[in-house]
């Protein structure tokens, strides 16, 4: 069994940051990637960002290109996100999620569908 636990949100202001963590335990996949999501209310789920667990490589989703980074440190297994230059458009539950590694999943890398394992979300409100 996979666990997920994500910790760091909370408030910021808009051009602020936040770091999102996300501790991962349990039988993960020999090769694995991680990545992170984000649900506003009414909204369907996004996916934000990802990291393959084999050699790191990335994405990201346009709307957080250039202000959001992903990275991984595997002595702690975790995964952080690191969010720079807010909006309040960036508001959301944020959630933490495990699945095969990119080119090994059943959809695209930024697919809720790619993904088996989940966190229980952490809230991220931006507001001056």
């Known amino acids: 069994q996979v666990q997920l636990v994500e910790s760091g949100g909370g408030s910021g202001q808009p051009g602020g940051s936040l770091r999102l963590s996300c501790e991962y335990s349990?039988?993960?996949?020999?090769?694995?990637?991680l990545a992170w999501f984000r649900q506003a209310p009414e909204k369907e789920r996004e996916g934000v960002s990802c990291i393959s667990g084999t050699d790191g490589s990335t994405y990201y989703a346009d709307s957080v290109r250039g202000r959001f980074t992903i990275y991984r440190d595997d002595n702690k297994n975790t995964v952080y996100l690191q969010m720079n230059n807010l909006n309040p458009e960036d508001t959301a539950v944020y959630y933490c999620?495990?699945?095969?590694?990119?080119?090994?999943?059943?959809?695209?890398?930024?697919?809720?569908?790619?993904?088996?394992?989940w966190g229980q979300g952490t809230q991220v409100t931006v507001s001056s």
């Open positions: 999620a495990l699945g095969r590694d990119f080119g090994l999943q059943d959809g695209p890398v930024l697919a809720a569908r790619s993904y088996d394992y």
């Open positions: 349990g039988s993960i996949y020999d090769f694995y990637a």
